[in-house]
């Protein structure tokens, strides 16, 4: 994800506008990748170095951060959707078990009545 430009709402207010990928998951990957992006898009911020010290980690400064409820629902939302793929790559996996199990316990049945 990359910062495209800013845009001057009014005097007091301006907006990032980001492109690029995904959101990165909580539960797997690169954390400093993760905490940085979390940041990023809740923590007030005019530079980069209004982000994090330059003696802090990504982890250190999102741990260290407030983040308001909402801000930590939002989180909390943003990782459904790999949660949704992960579930649909374990039905699968489970799906493609059962159809080897009934190959296999067919193709005994089979030999069964060939041997007697």
Not at 31 to 60: I, V
Not at 62 to 76: A, G, N, S
């Amino acid at each position: 994800m990359k910062l495209i430009k800013s845009v001057f709402l009014n005097p007091k207010i301006w907006c990032s506008i980001f492109a690029g990928g995904s959101l990165p998951r909580c539960d797997k990957g690169d954390r400093e990748y993760y905490c940085a992006t979390m940041l990023t898009l809740f923590k007030p911020w005019r530079h980069g170095k209004n982000l994090k010290d330059d003696d802090q980690s990504w982890d250190e400064a999102f741990t260290d951060y407030k983040f308001t409820p909402r801000q930590i629902e939002l989180m909390k939302f943003f990782n459904i959707r790999y949660e949704c793929n992960d579930a649909r790559d374990d039905y699968s996996k489970l799906l493609k078990q059962k159809k080897h199990l009934m190959v296999s316990f067919l193709t005994g049945l089979e030999l069964m009545t060939m041997i007697t």
